[in-house]
């Protein structure tokens, strides 16, 4: 794809960072739109072209109609489960106004067609599914604000698709984990046991840890993510393992790598959180030619040893 444009939102943020890399390494012209609250810059290549905004500000169409870009990579968003909870009209203004927000400076963009790929959430989507694993066929049924939120915009886009022959492609993810993931948030378990493992802190297990969960490298994401820009089909395409994996086991593996002792402490569930939900990828294996290569044993080795090399 040398030669093509592209806009990453939230590109300062854990997947979209590395999204960015590869994109970089593909030969994309690349700019980055993030407001920094979560992300980080340090996430990011020197000297790239990044536009500190909140994905709400208007000055966001501009960027989009300077850029002319070929794609458009979705992924700024609210991520909080239990802050979508607590504050639902803010979560609906960042995930439904302001992607929005972009899709109308994609609108105003006379004879270009864009290519968007909108990344949500699988696990938020489907809730708590009758049939494991949960492929793209299974009812959506959001437990939370933000999975309401992140699956409006689904229904979003063949509307735009209409309305100004905007292409897109939907991207449902597991749970992801690897390099530069948050250990201050509440989504990155992997993140937040590497890092207070290696810092000799006591965690907390929210619930009794049997919860399950399919857990896909970061790199493995990006691939599938690259490759649903470069098809035409729209999706929604699932990534994931088809595997769930415990709370406890993670811990269990996390431990082993980081040479941890200590039992974790059992805390009370968080309300909106799914039991389990793993996700049948068999759509993105036949259409996009994507499956995940990394296993969650390599994943896990590598990422904790990513948390090691910042401590130190």
Request: aromatic share 8%; net charge negative.
């Amino acid at each position: 794809m040398a030669g093509k444009t592209a806009i990453v939102t939230g590109a300062a943020g854990f997947i979209a960072s590395h999204l960015v890399d590869r994109l970089i390494s593909d030969g994309y012209t690349v700019t980055g739109i993030d407001d920094l609250s979560t992300g980080k810059l340090a996430n990011l290549p020197p000297d790239f072209d990044l536009r500190q905004l909140d994905i709400r500000d208007p000055e966001v169409r501009k960027i989009v109609s300077e850029v002319r870009p070929d794609f458009v990579f979705h992924l700024a968003a609210q991520i909080s489960v239990s802050v979508s909870a607590r504050e639902p009209v803010m979560d609906a203004e960042v995930n439904v106004l302001g992607a929005l927000n972009l899709f109308e400076g994609i609108r105003a963009v006379e004879g270009k067609t864009t290519k968007v790929v909108y990344v949500t959430s699988g696990g938020t989507a489907y809730g708590e599914p009758s049939v494991l694993p949960a492929d793209e066929s299974t009812p959506v049924r959001p437990l939370s604000p933000y999975g309401a939120s992140k699956l409006a915009i689904e229904t979003y886009l063949p509307v735009y698709e209409r309305l100004c022959g905007l292409d897109y492609s939907i991207i449902r993810l597991a749970n992801i984990y690897g390099p530069r993931q948050d250990p201050h948030g509440e989504a990155g378990v992997v993140a937040i046991f590497a890092r207070a493992m290696l810092s000799g802190k006591s965690l907390t297990i929210f619930g009794d840890g049997n919860d399950e969960r399919d857990y896909v490298y970061v790199g493995d994401v990006v691939d599938a993510i690259v490759k649903a820009a470069e098809n035409s089909r729209p999706g929604p395409f699932n990534v994931g393992t088809g595997e769930g994996t415990s709370t406890n086991r993670i811990f269990e593996v996390v431990a082993e790598n980081c040479g941890h002792t200590d039992d974790a402490v059992h805390g009370p569930p968080r309300p909106g959180d799914v039991n389990r939900i793993y996700l049948d990828a068999t759509r993105a294996g036949k259409e996009l030619g994507w499956t995940p290569k990394i296993t969650l044993e390599d994943g896990l080795k590598t990422t904790v040893d990513w948390f090691r090399q910042q401590l130190d």
